[in-house]
Every structure is written in C-alpha cells, then in structure tokens.
C-alpha cells in the first residue's frame, strides 16, 4: 500500500517556517520563514536519514521571509521578505537586492529560460524583471489587475506564461504581447484566498489551493470566442475549472505541489499522514526536483522542517 | 487629541454570574481541566479597547456566549461585536483577541475570529484579514502597530476580576 514514511527532521529555524525549496541541480534544500535567514541543507547519509545545514544565509532581510526560489541553473536563490525586497543569492557573490514594492512581498518565481524574475505582495502587484549581465535585474514590468494582496506567482514549466494566485481570491494568467505584459485570463471559482498553484510538467494543467479548503484542477482550453471575433480580441487559451476537490482538508490549504513525475492530475487520495506536523500549520510542501529522488517530499511548517519518502 | 470614532459608547455592567465560580474538580489537581468558554472568556474580556479606557465586555464587545470551545476538536471561535457599524478599529480589536490567544492558549488550539453577523459594514473584509494568518504575521512585525496591541493586551490579564481600568 502506498504510504508517506518520515525521513528526518530539519532543525535550525528558531521561528515559523513558511517555505521550502529544492535545488533544481543539486541535492540543497532552502528553507526560510519567521527568523529572517536562509537556511541551506545537504544530506550526510546515502540514505536521506541525516541532513546538515550547511549555510545560514542572514543579514540581507530585516523581516520575515516568506518564500525563496533557485533559479533553473541552480546557481542563484531568490528570496522574497516582508521587508519589501527581493534578495537574489550567489556563492561566493555580493548577490543583488530588488526594490519596488510598496510593502510585504510573498512570492518570487524565475521563467524556465532563467531569462526573466517574477515578484508579487500585498500591494496588489506583480513585476516582472529582466536578468541581465553582472547580477543586474530590470523591471520590464508592473501589473496590477489583482484587486487584492498577492500570495504567489509561478511559471509555466516552458513558455514565459505566468501565473499568480490572489486573496482576491482568482487567478491570472500573465502573456507577452509585443514588450507588453497583459493579463490574458483571469480564473474564478475559489471562494477564498487562492494561496498556491503550480503547473503539471507539460504546462496543460493548474493545480490551486485555497482557503475554501479545496483544491481546484484548471486545463488550458481553447479560447472561448475563435469564430467572428479574431483580429478583434487577442485569442488566448481559456483555463476551465475541469474538477474540484474537497472532503480532504478541515482548514486552509497553503501549499499545492505537483512534483516531477505527473503528467496529468491524479485525483483519488494515495496517501497521507495525518497531523505530519503534529498540531502546528504546514504552510509549504514541496516534492523533490530531480527524477532520482521524486519520491522525497518536504514540508515546512509552523514548528520546524520534514522530510518524507514516498512508497509505493 | 484626535476625534473618537464612537465618542459616547453604551458602557454594561458585567453580571456577577460572569464570573467565575470554581468547581472541586477543578481545584482537584489529579483531574486535568479541559479549557471551556469560560475560561477563554476570561482571557479576553478585560483587554482595553483602543480607543477608550473600558474593557471590551465593558463596551459589550465580547460575551460569553459568543465564545464557543470545542477542547477535544482543539477549536476556539469567536464572534465580537463592534460598538458601531462603521467601526474603524473592528480589525484592530479582532488583532488583540487573536494575539492574546496566540501567546495563552496552548498551541494545539486552531482559533477562528469574526466579527458577530450583521454588526458591521465590512464584515466579510474583516474576517477576512484576522483569519489570513500571512497578514496577521506582517501586522506582528509592525513594531507601531505591535506596540498598540500590546497597549491594548496590558489589561487582559484581569480576566474580568475588576472592572476599573486606571
């Protein structure tokens, strides 16, 4: 039967936990939340049983940080803080501090490519920077179609497509057009805060997670009007709620991911751990990044950091 | 000084029957006590309202039967009532109740905050904003606006015992 096994326990934060993150190209697992530092983990063990913190990345954020992002070549992590500024991280580097939002930024995503930075926060904003040369990054652009404080944003696994989720409690699709950045769909259903989403690997598919206490599934669909209106709107795919899943959760869902191996959405329940965390919150799980170790998920909570192995 | 939101609040008297009568049982270490309403009650009756020197069960904010436990489920809801509709402080004082349960109750309790139905314009916003545990964290590290609520939370731990604050 298929179970979640407890590997081991993290410990070094001295407060809240709000995210975890896994190197794209290597076994490193950054953490960060509530004591405003990074925190860099390794295994010691073949087995996974024993992780050490190997930097604590401090100094750069005067609040909480709320959620930290690799980039796909493994080489920088972005962290987004309250303290309004997104702090991008180099080995042996000064790294880069991004200014701009007028308060508390939640969430920070690289494009597939790696060529383009995405931010969003409480000031109802998504930005768009453009990486360049020498650790330089340029804000291309700024939205603001969400009509509330904005939790997170995500890339498509391969287009320069971007999604954010709302306490607006929607979804926007973000596109391109000619240098200019528009939002080219606007998903609704949620009845609360949409807290997190993530794409399937193929793109197709979007998973949300909401204060409702559901889980939505969003398939990327043929735009709604192709016949007479073409050349006078901009046609662009149409995401259509095509399930939604409930009974599982008593209270918010913060985290949704979607992991390595999926290429649609499985909907029956395989396995849970009732009460992972005893009784403190789990606000981010993340499934590991590489084909080798796809079965390691981890999540970070209220009351620290685990590690858990997937058997099937 | 700035002008009053609600410059002349209806103030209550709380009833004697609101206060607490100990039981043997619980005066019986070897029993373990469950929390009940009464007991969360009495942790948040006697905090300061912002803006005027009355506890909120003085100003009838909070009551007893708006508090409900559930000690096996780890669940405390509460429903308070802002003076006036329009009231400018219902998150400010929904902040409080919930940091004074965040830092005395013990940490297996889950607590839902809203204000009562019907009793303010924005209700829907507000409960919104006290229930996102994210804004709640940012409000926290507002060192001005932590400093009001502990102003606010310098009362608190009365527990209603008396009603006169100086």
């Known amino acids: 039967m298929p179970r979640l096994e407890l590997l081991a326990e993290l410990k070094g934060h001295t407060d809240r936990v709000w995210s975890v993150a896994w190197s794209p190209t290597s076994n490193i697992l950054a953490s960060c939340g509530g004591d405003r530092t990074v925190r860099l983990w390794v295994p010691t063990t073949s087995e996974l049983s024993q992780w050490n913190c190997t930097n604590v990345l401090e100094g750069a954020h005067t609040r909480t940080i709320r959620s930290a992002a690799w980039s796909p070549n493994g080489r920088y992590l972005a ?26 930024t939640k969430s920070v995503a690289w494009s597939a490519s790696g060529a383009l930075v995405a931010t969003c926060g409480r000031d109802k904003s998504v930005w768009i920077w453009e990486v360049e040369a020498d650790n330089d990054f340029e804000c291309i652009s700024v939205q603001q179609e969400h009509t509330q404080d904005v939790k997170m944003v995500i890339w498509h696994p391969s287009e320069e497509l971007l999604a954010s989720a709302s306490y607006d409690d929607t979804i926007k699709i973000w596109k391109e057009d000619e240098d200019d950045w528009y939002c080219s769909d606007t998903l609704e259903g949620h009845e609360s805060t949409v807290w997190a989403i993530d794409f399937n690997k193929s793109g197709d598919y979007l998973v949300s997670a909401s204060d409702d206490k559901t889980l939505k599934f969003w398939k990327k669909c043929s735009p709604d009007h192709v016949d007479g209106n073409v050349g006078k709107h901009r046609v662009d795919p149409k995401w259509k709620c095509i399930y939604t899943l409930s009974g599982h959760h008593q209270r918010c869902i913060y985290s949704v991911s979607n992991g390595n191996n999926d290429h649609t959405f499985n909907y029956t329940m395989v396995a849970s751990i009732p009460s992972a965390h005893g009784v403190a919150d789990i606000n981010c799980v993340q499934w590991h990044t590489s084909e080798t170790h796809s079965n390691l998920l981890a999540s970070a909570g209220d009351d620290g950091i685990i590690l858990n192995e997937y058997v099937s | 000084m700035p002008e009053l939101i609600n410059a002349n609040p209806t103030i209550y008297t709380p009833s004697k029957s609101s206060h607490r009568i100990e039981t043997k049982d619980e005066v019986n270490e070897d029993i373990e006590d469950i929390i009940d309403s009464q007991e969360v009650f009495d942790l948040i ?7 005027h020197p009355l506890t909120l069960e003085q100003l009838n904010v909070t009551q007893l039967e708006h508090v409900t436990v559930d000690d096996a489920n780890n669940h405390v809801f509460i429903e308070f009532t802002p003076t006036i509709p ?11 109740i919930r940091v004074r349960l965040l830092r005395s109750l013990p940490e297996r309790f889950k607590v839902d905050i809203s204000v009562r139905k019907g009793t303010h314009q924005s209700e829907i916003a507000v409960n919104k904003q006290l229930n996102d545990k994210e804004r709640v964290a940012a409000a926290l590290e507002n060192a001005h606006l932590l400093e009001v609520v502990n102003q606010c939370l310098s009362t608190a731990a009365m527990r209603g015992a008396s009603q006169k604050i100086e």
């Open chain 1, 79 to 104: 962290t987004a803080s309250f303290d309004a500024t997104t702090g991008i991280w180099e080995r042996d580097a000064n790294g880069a501090t991004l200014e701009g939002h007028e308060n508390e």
């Open chain 2, 45 to 51: 009756r006697s905090i300061s309202d912002p803006e």
């Open chain 2, 86 to 96: 329009h009231c400018s402080m219902a998150t400010l004082i929904g902040l409080c």
